[in-house]
């Protein structure tokens, strides 16, 4: 950069930043004082909405290698050769807590990763968790509130977040993860990454296939216990962001090996789970994490908030060859994201340099609005039209799904062993018995704040049908806590 004197947003130079304008010596400052009148205005409006969830996050840029042949199951052009190398940029995050909150709590961490395609931009907005609380959009903004902070209070409240995850019994898996082991990650590097959703893949001769995403950690899984993250988060809130950084600068870069769990179309209908709910993992003997994949962080962000607070990620944001699959929740967020966008970053959020396209260009006919930067500039902004614009394909990105029935407020389709219960029972079933204890442990202690016995009652109920005896041992810690 070019060095020179001190400058006025419109380039004058300027003479004193030090002592503003007065009307003499001691007397009132002067609203001609140009410099200072700009300074205060532009201060004033430094921030912008913070993310209404996941406000607390760090970025990194990186690469992602294909290492095995996936073309019998998708066209996308980024997977279509061994070796094939694609910029991305991944956002980690907490969820629930604000921009300043401490890194070290047990929360879901998200997993927002940008592939730069030639085909466009592909984001694949996961969390580190492989379920997630419920299975249907409309609810979401219910249980965020639950997590955020409590109208009266201020605070976030054990009595909200326990009411509502005992009132969605689908929350069960999810909350029997988050308060095991794997609830508070010691650092981003050290966690694994879900897709969590079923997405399309589909080939070149047009056939369907469900997917699931996996990114394991290649640093191995590291997490902190409950008193190792109160302790953390207390003398070094930003533990995972310098983490994160400081890696990267040493050269130490990050690697998660990167897989996919493949359904043929045809085994959805009759899968034992329902495919497309979020509350629930195919498990791995049914169909196995097929590996394809390596990515790498290897490039700090220059500054955080061009380039990690005004990214934006959205899982609408498809290549051809991969689409998204009816799980009601997905529906949901292809419109909920680029709404936030929209409203947090602006309309032309899409043209920064770390959300814009890197490997082909953005064509639209859209134009103009706050900050538009005139990118497009004298040519025409309609089509069809005659001079030479961009063109429809006439190929769309995923194929069709057939539809039946009628259109009603109807809940996502049981299959033959779907319950609320059956996966987290599971997953308890698979703990030692030192991951019980602690698992119990971190439940009895967040249960135990809740002021109603009624609420707290029926948290537990939930982890009983889970199994019988996670339920009562977790009665037990929770009635020696209450005392
Ligand atoms: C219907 C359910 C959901 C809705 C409506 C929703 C909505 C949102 C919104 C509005 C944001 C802020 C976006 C922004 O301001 O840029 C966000 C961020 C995020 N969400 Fe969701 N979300 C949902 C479920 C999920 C699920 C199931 C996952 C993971 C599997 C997830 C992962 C994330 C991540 C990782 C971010 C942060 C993205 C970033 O780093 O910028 N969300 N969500």
Redesign the pocket.
Known sequence: MTQGPLTTEAGAPVADNQNSETAGIGGPVLVQDQLLLEKLAHFNRERIPE????AR?AGAYGTFTVTADVTPYTRAHFLSEIGKETEVFL?F?TVAGNLGAADAVRDPR???LKFYTEEGNYDL???NTPV?FIRD?IK?PDFIHTQKRDPYTGSQEADNVWDFWSLSPESTHQVTWLFGDRGIPASYRHMDGFG??TFQWNNEAGEVFWVKYHFKTDQGIKNLTQAEANKLAGEDPDSHQRDLRQSIERGEYPTWTVGVQIMPAADAATYRFNPFD?TKVWPHADYPVIEFGKLELNRNPENIFAEVEQ???SPAHFVPGIGPSPDK?LQ??LF??GD??RY?VGINADHLPVNRPHATEARTNSRDGYLYDGRHKGAKNYEPNSFGGPQQTGRPLWQPLPVTGATGDHPAPLHAEDNDFVQAGNLYRLMTEEEKNRLIENLAGSISQVSREDIAERAINNFRQADGDFGKRLEAAVQALRG
């Open positions: 993310r209404v969830v996941h996050g956002r995050s998200g997993f927002a907005v996961g969390n997630f959009a979401f969590s959703h979020l990214s934006i990620f929740m949901g967020r909920g994201y936030a966008h947090r």
